[in-house]
């Protein structure tokens, strides 16, 4: 069975310094993509980054980026400047490229907590 | 462009009862599926779909329905009601042409309690 785990509950930063959310997956495929989704109190699923498996290169958008470890099948997300409005709930998973279309495999989440 | 619409946004059943869960996208996409998520679980799978007329079971379909007749259309139904299938749920549709990479859009839930 592929797996996503997330090892950290919850974590609390204060704001404006940099916090690393942690994800370690397990599947026998070599050809996958990484995400992790941002869920506010408002329930809403947002999409914060992506990794294609096949690329070295870490993914970054703005105060985002990820770490990915292939070989290690780590996918830690780190977040820079910290805001209040990054406290949310955060989901690591992903999604397998092969025929079929079981779309996303969720680890259970991190609860981000922002000190002001 | 509305994207990923699900109604209602809460509902109370009583044990037994029916209802749909209804999905509706204007993107396109030609696949949806559904999710639930409960707490410490993460959201896992109930049932997807890759187009009209297909259909297929996720990690957890016991209990649930789906039916697939138009490209925009993915309800979700419940035949009998249970305690058990007290969750959040959730919508999700993206493009299946270019690979998975597509990601996924989320509708907003639907709060969902069964006494």
């Known amino acids: 069975a592929q797996t996503v785990t997330q090892s950290q509950p919850e974590m609390s930063v204060q704001e404006a310094e940099t916090v690393t959310l942690s994800c370690t997956y397990d599947?026998?495929?070599?050809?996958?993509?990484l995400f992790w989704y941002k869920q506010p109190p408002s329930r809403q699923m947002i999409l914060v980054i992506r990794q294609e498996a096949y690329k070295q290169q870490n993914a970054t958008e703005n105060r985002f980026s990820v770490n990915f470890q292939k070989a290690a099948k780590s996918f830690s997300l780190k977040i820079s400047d910290s805001q209040l409005g990054d406290a949310a709930m955060y989901f690591c998973a992903y999604r397998i490229e092969r025929g079929g279309a079981d779309g996303l495999t969720f680890g259970k989440g991190t609860h981000l907590i922002i000190q002001p | 462009n509305a994207g990923v619409t699900q109604t209602p946004k809460f509902q109370v059943l009583k044990t037994g009862q029916s209802m749909t869960l209804q999905c509706a996208q204007d993107?396109?996409?030609?696949?949806m599926s559904w999710y639930r998520q409960d707490p410490g679980m993460g959201l896992r799978l109930i049932h997807y779909?890759?187009?009209?007329?297909?259909?297929d079971q996720g990690e957890v379909p016991n209990g649930y329905n789906v039916s697939r007749s138009t490209t925009e259309d993915f309800p979700l139904r419940l035949l009998s009601a249970a305690p058990s299938q007290t969750s959040v749920y959730f919508c999700?549709?993206?493009?299946?042409?270019?690979?998975?990479?597509?990601?996924?859009?989320f509708g907003n839930g639907t709060r969902l309690t069964v006494t």
């Open positions: 779909s890759v187009g009209a007329g297909i259909t």
């Open positions: 599947t026998s495929e070599s050809d996958y993509y």
């Open positions: 999700a549709s993206s493009f299946l042409q270019g690979g998975y990479n597509s990601p996924l859009h």
């Open positions: 993107m396109n996409h030609e696949y």
